[in-house]
């Protein structure tokens, strides 16, 4: 167990709606950043926040948003999503940037 | 741009042998992380090894241990004595300062009894 919590762990939608995927870091831990794993692919870094700032992004669509909030819990929301949007999407955080731990990711079907 | 490239899609190992995973990236920085992960099929992402790169000394975790070699960005791993839970896939990953993680597309790796 990586202290790094997310839900759901599985949810299931059809296409143009939009959901919110949400991610608890570790305790202590100040940053938190979002990766979308495709089916058979690596990983995909999204976006990164810091204490609730914006530090970096990544292949991001802009469909897809999130936020840091002031307990330090984040939230992805994906919107008008398409069938292509189905892939596991991880949260990790860390309070170094050499030492990223992961949550257990959430399945996102697109049908 | 950042790239990392993991040139063996598939590898399988008898238990107990000893396997060499290779990763190669390409930065300009010299100042950076580099990470081995695995992922099992519960599809947790775990860390196995880091190493950072103005480090010249191998990290070692274990029965895992890295080959790093900055000038020729070279970042292998290698698993002593494999056991059946090394069965996996494992992706090398870059870090730089103020920067997004960038992951090669990993290798499977299956360790036979």
């Known amino acids: 167990d990586s202290g790094v919590t997310q839900t759901p762990k599985h949810l299931i939608t059809a296409t143009g709606q939009r959901v919110t995927l949400r991610c608890s870091p570790r305790s202590g831990d100040l940053s938190v950043y979002w990766y979308q794993q495709s089916l058979d692919q690596g990983l995909q870094f999204l976006i990164h926040y810091y204490n609730g700032e914006e530090r970096a992004k990544g292949n991001i669509l802009e469909r897809f948003s999130a936020q840091q909030f002031p307990d330090l819990h984040s939230e992805l929301n994906l919107s008008s999503l398409e069938l292509g949007d189905s892939a596991l999407y991880f949260c990790?955080?860390?309070?170094?940037?050499?030492?990223?731990?992961f949550g257990p990711g959430t399945r996102l079907t697109v049908l | 741009a950042q790239t990392v490239t993991q040139s063996q899609p598939e590898m399988s190992v008898q238990e107990a042998e000893t396997v060499t995973l290779s990763c190669t990236y390409d930065t300009s920085e010299s100042n950076y992380y580099l990470f081995w992960y695995k992922q099992p099929p519960s599809r947790q992402m775990i860390l196995v090894i880091r190493?950072?790169?103005?480090?010249?000394q191998n990290a070692t975790e274990n029965r895992f241990s890295v080959n790093f070699q900055k000038a020729a960005k070279s970042f292998s791993l290698k698993i002593s004595d494999s056991q059946l839970g090394d069965t996996a896939m494992y992706f090398c990953a870059f870090i730089r300062i103020n920067n997004d993680m960038r992951f090669g597309a990993g290798t499977r790796l299956t360790v036979k009894p």
């Open positions: 990790a955080s860390s309070v170094q940037l050499d030492k990223q731990f």
């Open positions: 190493q950072e790169a103005y480090k010249q």
